[in-house]
């Protein structure tokens, strides 16, 4: 998985910044390693965090509404964790508007994808999120990482045009 997040990381070309030499790609490519250990390891964490606070809902609600506001809590969790620890790019209404459109679109593509698994391909409740989960993490990845490489960008946009 990692390396399929990585193939699509290398072909997102607008966002990489112009190499001089072979020295300036490796350190290119470290980074980005990271980034992408840091975005699993947040995930994770987020993860985590959201089926623990899904739990605790659960006792008190129904289960559609403790998964509206789980996921709704992890929006929030995934947006601070991306713009501090992920991608490092700052506060910026793209990034808030990223976090957002990758959520949302993350949830109609697993409702939808969770639903043909089931019903058309027979496959088991469980087994169907598991292969929603791990088809998400990429697409996900290539949202956000576009809207902080193009926040980040404005930021020095902005920072050049006040010298």
């Not at 290398?10 to 790609?25: C, E, H, L, V």
Request: aromatic content about 12%.
């Amino acid at each position: 998985m990692i390396r399929a997040i990585i193939s699509a990381h290398t072909m997102n070309f607008r966002s990489a910044p112009p190499m001089q030499t072979q020295t300036d790609r490796k350190i290119y490519q470290q980074q980005s390693v990271w980034e992408i250990i840091r975005f699993l390891a947040s995930g994770t964490l987020n993860t985590g965090l959201t089926y623990v606070i899904f739990l605790l809902l659960i006792q008190l609600s129904s289960p559609s509404i403790a998964y509206t506001m789980s996921y709704s809590v992890g929006i929030i969790i995934a947006y601070l964790l991306n713009i501090f620890f992920v991608f490092r790019s700052g506060h910026s209404k793209r990034m808030v508007a990223a976090v957002i459109a990758s959520y949302l679109l993350q949830y109609f593509y697993g409702l939808a994808a969770l639903n043909i698994l089931i019903k058309f391909f027979l496959l088991p409740a469980f087994f169907a999120m598991a292969v929603v989960i791990i088809t998400a993490i990429p697409l996900q990845y290539l949202i956000l990482r576009s809207a902080a490489a193009q926040a980040l960008a404005a930021k020095i946009h902005e920072g050049m045009d006040n010298d």
